[in-house]
């Protein structure tokens, strides 16, 4: 855990690291990631909050490239047949998860949720765009998955394949 100094009444916020150079609140929703120059410092401040990207660059930088700016890990290719072996119902203590494949995208859906589109960052491993929130896919020694743990607003919810 990283603590933020915030606003004008310098209390302390803790943040969470979730990919390189990135953070999230868990007192307010947001997200934000620092971004570094070729020599290692930090060139911006990215945060994005209320559904609005802002960009804060440091006196004297360049402008960050539009890559920079993404709040999201790069997605990275999972073959199809992988990608079906996470399909399923996922029974957790707060109700049950389904993944569905439809043409490559896989989504997430909640009971009682609307499902929406997970992208992976890493085999095993997904995130989500709506919300802060990833996904990391459990396996057996076998190599079959078994289960799933959803990670969002400093919870961890694991769920069993049924």
Known sequence: MVHLLRGN???KQDVEARFDCAFISHIVDARFKF???SDGNTTAVVLAQ??????FVRPGAPP??????SMFPPVVPIDPSTLQTYVGEYTSSVGTFYVTR???????RLTGQAAFPIF??????????VVTATVDFQRN???DVTGLTLHQGGSTV???LK
Do not use: C, I, M, Y
């Open 9 to 11: 009444d310098k209390k």
């Open 35 to 37: 971004v570094r120059g």
């Open 50 to 55: 209320n559904g609005e990207t802002h960009v």
């Open 64 to 69: 960050p490239a539009s890559g920079e700016t």
């Open 102 to 108: 439809d043409a490559g995208q896989l989504s997430l």
């Open 120 to 129: 992976p960052s890493a085999k095993d491993t997904f995130f989500l765009k």
């Open 141 to 143: 020694a076998a190599g």
């Open 158 to 160: 694991p769920a069993t």
